[in-house]
Antibody
């Protein structure tokens, strides 16, 4: 079965960096685009970034552009999110999610359990 | 960016009730609209893709409709396990955007 397991969250001071990982299993990782989505405490869902199945294209939310970098290692079935210059407003649970395109449908069909990032001095 | 507006933001309902949640896009998105629900402390779960396509394993009491800018999620007979927060999400263009959520709780 499809599994996505995030790691790397924690408490970090403003301005510092953190790298999240998402280990994938149960499907052919190199065939799917992958996303990061975050959720601030008590708030709704915010899409963060996507990387195409082969890493050839990457897109970011304006709120993280220039500070966050999404990447993947298809040989290790792992997705990453490098987060630099962290701000208090980056605090939240970060989910990795598998993207699937099927005909006219384009959706996030499997999600990890999330990893909590807290940016605080 | 395409803005997604859900209504209501919350509702109270009883088991067995018919529940309808609406989602409006700030511009036309064809049928590039997905619905998720999320229970406290859990990851979101995909319910419906492409506006009306029920995901495998999702009960048939869930249905979706709409195209263009206006969409609806309907639960025909609310069950105890359906109390959650529901989100719509457009995948027509980047950045992907979610609605603000509709919290469904017990009356």
């Amino acid at each position: 079965q499809v599994q996505l397991v995030e790691s790397g969250g924690g408490v970090v001071q403003p301005g510092r960096s953190l790298r999240l990982s998402c280990a994938a299993s149960g499907f052919t990782f190199s065939r799917n685009g992958m996303h990061w989505v975050r959720q601030a405490p008590g708030k709704g869902l915010e899409w963060v970034a996507v990387i195409w199945y082969d890493g050839s294209n990457k897109y970011y939310a304006d709120s993280v552009k220039g500070r966050f970098t999404i990447s993947r290692d298809n040989s290790k079935n792992t997705l990453y999110l490098q987060m630099n210059s962290l701000r208090a407003e980056d605090t939240g649970v970060y989910y990795c999610a598998r993207g699937t395109i099927f005909g006219v449908a384009n959706y996030l069909d499997y999600w990890g359990q999330g990893t909590l990032v807290t940016v605080s001095s | 960016d395409i803005q997604m507006t859900q209504s209501p933001s919350s509702l109270s309902a009883s088991v067995g009730d018919r529940v309808t949640i609406t989602c409006r896009a700030s511009q036309t998105i064809s049928i590039y609209l997905n619905w998720y629900h999320q229970k406290p402390g859990k990851a979101p779960k995909l319910l419906i893709s492409a506006a009306s396509s029920l995901q495998s394993g999702v009960p048939s009491r869930f249905s979706g409709s709409g195209s263009g800018t206006d969409f609806t999620l309907t639960i025909s007979s609310l069950q105890p396990e359906d109390f959650a927060t529901y989100y719509c999400q457009q995948s027509y263009s980047s950045p992907l955007t979610f609605g603000g959520g509709t919290k469904v709780d017990i009356k």
